[in-house]
């Protein structure tokens, strides 16, 4: 039974392995980003036509404000020539007065359609800046899940494969062979020096003692 769970346990872990692998090939997290900075090519591109358009309606404010003033300088000029009696001059600065009002309604019309599809472009390019942020912290929380899914996988293999853990094992009994064979050399050969030294000395004290013993006997 356990050999059972051990091969549905290597299978899945091949499984998984494999997975990892096809999707390594395929690199989603390489497939995201790129997709993310086409996201943010486009989003800068609006932002761009968004500043266009900014200044396009200051443009067309100013020259409102330009053809409204030379209507009114014009419509100033036609009275006072007619009060001169200049009719002439009177007609010339009334058909320019005519002129500069017809062009001030234009630009005013053209000033409002472009006030409306600005407001319109802000609008999209804000929702924009937030759909791209909110892809960015997606796409940071997908990393996360898959450093996350990487080092479990890492460390099951270290902890729960029994191939990887009876390879571990026997590195570490091999060592252990090895130093039990290294701590009875040294003992081995300290427990033999322990012996020649107090050999040696009993000898040196068995001559010292029969030393005596003649020296006694000669006196």
């Known amino acids: 039974m356990g050999n059972l769970f051990t091969r549905i346990k290597d299978v899945i872990v091949a499984d998984l392995n494999e997975t990892l692998q ?14 993310l900075r086409q996201c943010e090519q486009e989003t800068a591109k609006v932002g761009k036509l968004v500043e266009r358009q900014s200044q396009l309606k200051d443009e067309f404010r100013r020259e409102y404000s330009q053809a409204m003033e030379l209507a009114e300088k014009r419509k100033y000029q036609a009275e006072i020539a007619l009060k001169a009696g200049e009719e002439k001059l009177c ?33 999209k390019y804000e929702e ?49 062979t090895y130093l039990e064979r290294l701590e009875k050399k040294v003992t081995s050969y300290f427990n033999g020096n322990t012996i020649d ?15 005596k013993s003649l020296n006694l006997l000669k006196e």
């Open 91 to 123: 007609r010339f600065a009334t058909a320019e007065h005519q002129q500069y009002v017809e062009r001030a309604e234009r630009l005013n019309s053209s000033l409002a359609q472009i006030s409306e599809q600005l407001q319109e472009l802000e609008r």
């Open 22 to 35: 096809k999707k390594e090939k395929e690199n989603p997290i390489a497939l995201l980003n790129e997709y």
């Open 128 to 176: 924009m800046k937030r759909k791209l942020k909110d892809m960015q912290l997606r796409r940071m929380e997908l990393m996360g899940r898959e450093n996350v899914t990487r080092a479990n996988i890492g460390m099951n293999q270290v902890l729960e494969s029994d191939s990887y853990s009876s390879q571990s094992y026997s590195k570490f009994k091999d060592i252990e």
């Open 197 to 211: 030294l107090q050999v040696a000395q009993l000898e040196k004290g068995m001559d010292t003692k029969e030393n």
